[in-house]
């Protein structure tokens, strides 16, 4: 089964930037949408960006010029580039992929990788 595995995480002051990488173990032309998922202390997770195979891009209004999804299909990874973080932005974010098996829909998970914002 296809592995995904996020990186990129870690400490930083607010008003800065990070790029959280989500490296596929398999191609990731097989996934149908992949995006990101983030959980914050005490709080839901709630989603965050989502990409097509086509590259059609869709943010929740709070990431909106803020947070920018991409892929990059040689090195079979996904990125998200996220700018002017907030303390809010804090949590541990997930990346994710759905895909087709026959007629079953499926979806696989990162392990998370954690962000946080904090002078």
């Known amino acids: 089964q296809v592995q995904l595995v996020e990186s990129g995480g870690g400490l930083v002051q607010p008003g800065g930037s990070l790029r959280l990488s989500c490296a596929a173990s398999?191609?990731?032309?097989?996934?149908?949408?992949m995006g990101w998922h983030r959980q914050g202390p005490g709080r839901q997770r709630e989603s965050v960006a989502t990409?097509?195979?086509?590259?059609?891009?869709n943010y929740a209004d709070s990431f909106k010029g803020r947070f920018t999804i991409s892929l990059d299909n040689d090195k079979n990874t996904m990125f998200l580039q996220m700018a002017s973080l907030k303390p809010e932005d804090t949590a541990a974010y997930y990346c994710?992929?759905?895909?087709?098996?026959?007629?079953?829909?499926?979806?696989?998970w990162g392990q998370g990788t954690l962000v946080t914002v904090s002078s």
């Open positions: 990409i097509t195979a086509d590259g059609d891009t």
């Open positions: 398999e191609n990731i032309g097989g996934f149908v949408v």
């Open positions: 994710f992929g759905n895909y087709l098996d026959g007629d079953r829909a499926l979806a696989v």
